[in-house]
């Protein structure tokens, strides 16, 4: 790696990047186009929400299998064999909406299916990037994934989506199909084999129970990679699947630091999936808001992401990964009581952003501290554990989210996700920034 500040990820870091970014644009196009679009079709909120809940509950059908099939297969191809599946679909949904046969149980399979795939490809992409990125480096080759994707899926890709569905509702789906084409391609082009070398199961080490070691866990550095992740020697354990996912999520909850991170997690996205759900129906008739504004409240979410995505190294150097992750709870529940006491679409915008600073600076951070402590074998089935937990979250957020819309509000559904936050600010938060601290 080349002396400097910007270390070189290499050809193979900017070929992932780049169909990272292109994918994420025309996903961007379909979210910001999907809500809209079921927004038209009714105003109901529990129907609304239906369509984001459909994206959260084919997790638990594949929540053993795709961690497992990404340590057992070459990772590059089941990336571009994933993206394959998804243009497939997203092109079937823009020709529906094109003949005018869009409805909302059309709009909920192609939700549902689309999520579906996603599970399989960030198996796989978790796996690629330690491969690709050494330890020191991770912090910022993760950054530049979130930076990049954030920029082209909502700076970019949700706005320019609002705006091709004022044109035509059928363009923003048809520029997600292509996108997932060109991954494809950028993908293809990765030289190498990305399949996991196999070695011997065998049991992680559980780490003491004690506030003290959890503490000494958000201080390790990366280069602490080959000491965190050691396990101790043991018997061989079956190959089953079940018998390998129940080690991916042994190795998650054994380690105190990764356990704190997921339940805080779920905590994070359950919210964030609530007031997800309904935003579509806030900004059109609470704040009364046109298509396009609704494109822009979503490209400052990505603003606030980029910022944040930019930030996360320093901030990390100045707080340590416990305390930014304790910041990122803090500042989120901050920005979601923000936008449900907004009454304008500027004051909205600002603390969206804010939000989506903390949501991004949450992720990446976690991110990496599950990579430093994770070993290569066991990645993909410990990030699907801590997905499927998160997605759980989620799908109970989203659902939880158009009732209390319906019989509380519109705003409520912001203002009780801020309490929530602030609860787990004060449960698990501390943890975190003791750790930072030591």
């Given at each position: ?23 994420g ?15 038209d ?26 961690g ?44 549902a ?70 991954a ?14 196999p ?43 079940f ?39 806030f ?7 046109s ?57 909205a ?90």
């Amino acid at each position: 790696m080349k002396r400097g500040r910007h270390p070189d990820y290499g050809s193979g870091f900017r070929l992932l990047w780049a169909s990272v970014v292109v994918s994420g644009l025309g996903s961007g196009m379909r979210y910001v186009a999907l809500p809209l679009l079921a927004a038209d079709l009714t105003s109901d909120p529990r129907k609304v929400s239906l369509v984001f809940l459909a994206g959260q509950l084919p997790w638990p059908l594949v929540m053993l299998s795709a961690g497992v099939l990404a340590d057992r297969v070459d990772r590059r191809r089941l990336m571009y064999t994933v993206n394959t599946a998804r243009a497939a679909v997203a092109g079937a949904l823009a020709t529906a909406v094109a003949l005018g046969d869009a409805t909302l149980l059309l709009l909920m399979a192609v939700a549902a299916a689309l999520d579906l795939a996603q599970r399989f490809y960030l198996g796989a992409w978790a796996g690629i990037v330690p491969a690709i990125v050494p330890p020191p480096a991770r912090d910022r080759g993760n950054a530049a994934l979130k930076g990049g994707s954030v920029v082209a899926g909502l700076v970019v890709g949700n706005p320019v989506g609002a705006v091709l569905y004022d044109v035509d509702p059928a363009l923003p789906f048809t520029f997600d199909a292509l996108s997932y084409v060109v991954a494809v391609v950028l993908i293809a082009l990765l030289r190498g084999s990305f399949r996991p070398k196999p070695k011997p199961e065998t049991e992680p080490e559980t780490e003491p129970e004690t506030e003290t070691d959890t503490e000494t866990d958000t201080t390790d550095t990366e280069t602490d990679t080959d000491t965190e992740t050691k396990t101790e020697a043991g018997p061989r354990a079956p190959t089953g699947l079940f018998r390998q996912a129940a080690a991916g999520f042994g190795m998650l909850w054994n380690l105190p630091l990764l356990r704190r991170i997921v339940l805080l997690a779920a905590l994070f996205n359950f919210v964030g999936a609530a007031q997800l759900a309904v935003a579509v129906l806030f900004v059109r008739h609470t704040l009364g808001l046109s298509p396009t504004v609704y494109g822009a409240l979503a490209a400052a979410f990505g603003v606030g992401s980029l910022l944040a995505s930019l930030l996360e190294g320093r901030l990390v150097f100045l707080l340590g990964r416990g305390g930014v992750l304790y910041a990122a709870l803090l500042a989120a529940a901050a920005a979601a009581l923000g936008v449900g006491l907004s009454d304008s679409g500027w004051e909205a915008g600002f603390f969206t952003a804010a939000y989506g600073a903390s949501m991004t600076l949450w992720a990446v951070t976690a991110t990496t501290v599950r990579q430093n402590r994770v070993p290569g074998e066991y990645m993909g089935r410990v990030t699907m554990t801590h997905r499927t937990v998160v997605r759980a979250a989620a799908t109970a957020g989203a659902a939880v989210g158009g009732l209390t819309a319906h019989a509380l509000g519109l705003r409520s559904v912001f203002q009780v996700g801020s309490a929530l936050l602030l609860v787990g600010v004060l449960a698990g938060g501390r943890g975190l920034l003791r750790a930072s601290a030591s």
